[in-house]
């Protein structure tokens, strides 16, 4: 009786595989086969916007355009710079105010935390923000738009930290404290280790938003500052031909190398992903 009642569980794991390969490919898989396809395309076959492989080959000259004209390695340095010192500050000071939430049960406390968590959810003020950026002489500068995309995203690592510290026990910090240890040595040591794989989907996470953020982007940056979502927009809205057209070519091959890092990553960090969400979820 128990081995019959198991089949249908067994039988039903292909099934749900292949219902999600049958949505994954009209959704996914047709426009990632168009973006590619049609940046390997001379300009006369990327107009027709077409799934079919080029007639011509053009890739090397495509993407050879866009990384020395199209000036996509200065976008490119632009992004670094901003994402890389944007995730050490918000998973350090995130996760730190994250296990100061957890432990707190003052009311001050849980309203900031429920500010730091809205944060998540409400849109920034631009011209607030432009104008505190402005009084600071910041303004259209890299080291502003870092200071506000720090601001803006740690209520992630806030949110995803806190509930998990939440669930872990107090023996641990009871006893280093004991022990002599202070509260920044304790962090280091106890909870920092133990909120690694939270973190890593955090990280993760932090890095896609940040890497594709353009709407504070084409409002704070300008000129050489210009990360690569906004690098993408000015070049695809001035790459039209004399008739008019957009060098769809070009735009797609920029897309391409724009969109590549972030696949890398996820290629790489899917796996610890998803087992940081399970270790998350049974603390939890």
Do not use: C
């Not at 009084?135 to 803006?152: E, N, Q, R, W």
């Not at 992630?156 to 240890?181: C, H, K, Q, W």
């Not at 940056?221 to 790459?239: D, E, I, V």
Request: overall charge positive.
């Amino acid at each position: 009786m128990i081995a019959d009642v198991a089949k249908p569980s067994r039988r039903a794991v292909p099934v749900k595989i292949v219902v999600l390969v049958l949505v994954a490919i009209p959704w996914i898989g047709i426009p990632l086969w168009a973006l590619i396809v049609n940046s390997l395309k001379p300009l006369s076959e990327a107009t027709s916007l077409s799934l079919s492989l080029p007639q011509h080959w053009a890739a090397a000259s495509n993407y050879h355009t866009v990384l020395t004209q199209w000036g996509l390695s200065g976008a490119l340095t632009n992004s670094l710079v901003v994402v890389i010192p944007t995730l050490l500050v918000v998973l350090f000071f995130g996760s730190m105010a994250a296990w100061a939430f957890a432990r707190s049960r003052s009311i001050s406390m849980k309203v900031a935390y429920n500010l730091a968590v809205l944060s998540i959810l409400l849109p920034p003020a631009v011209l607030p923000t432009i104008y505190i950026l402005q009084k600071l002489h910041l303004d259209g500068s890299l080291a502003g738009y870092f200071l506000v995309m720090s601001g803006t995203r740690l209520g992630v690592v806030i949110f995803l930290a806190t509930g998990f510290i939440r669930a872990l026990p107090t023996d641990l910090e009871e006893a280093a404290s004991l022990d002599g240890a202070s509260r920044f040595q304790i962090y280091r040591r106890i909870i920092m280790p133990l909120l690694l794989p939270v973190l890593l989907v955090g990280s993760v996470i932090l890095i896609i938003t940040v890497w594709n953020e353009f709407f504070l982007a084409i409002f704070l940056l300008q000129g050489n500052t210009a990360t690569l979502p906004l690098a993408l927009f000015q070049h695809a809205s001035g790459s039209s031909t004399v008739a008019g057209a957009y060098e769809w070519n070009l735009v797609f091959a920029d897309v391409v190398l724009t969109s590549l890092p972030i696949m890398v990553v996820y290629i790489f960090a899917q796996r610890r992903i998803v087992s940081g969400l399970t270790e998350g979820g049974l603390k939890g």
